[in-house]
């Protein structure tokens, strides 16, 4: 009875400080992201759609990595 309490507890906080860690990865990334953007401003004009094009895709990754880690949230929300 009491053991089962305190293995849910015990998951509880695992996923907390799961979501936690993702949600520190994604605003790292995010930094990194318009630490990028204003890198463009001293971008040669020749090399400049390469550049955007690869932020972009890099945008694009973290768009992806944040969804996915929202809906894992959701999704051990729901399960509690």
Known sequence: MFGKRRREKILREHETAEDEARFQQNERA??????RIAELKKEPRENLPDAVFLLFMEAKQ??????RSI???????SAR
């Open 30 to 35: 995010g930094k990194a992201i318009y630490a």
């Open 62 to 67: 973290q768009s992806e990595l944040i969804r």
């Open 71 to 77: 809906v894992r949230t959701m999704t051990s929300t």
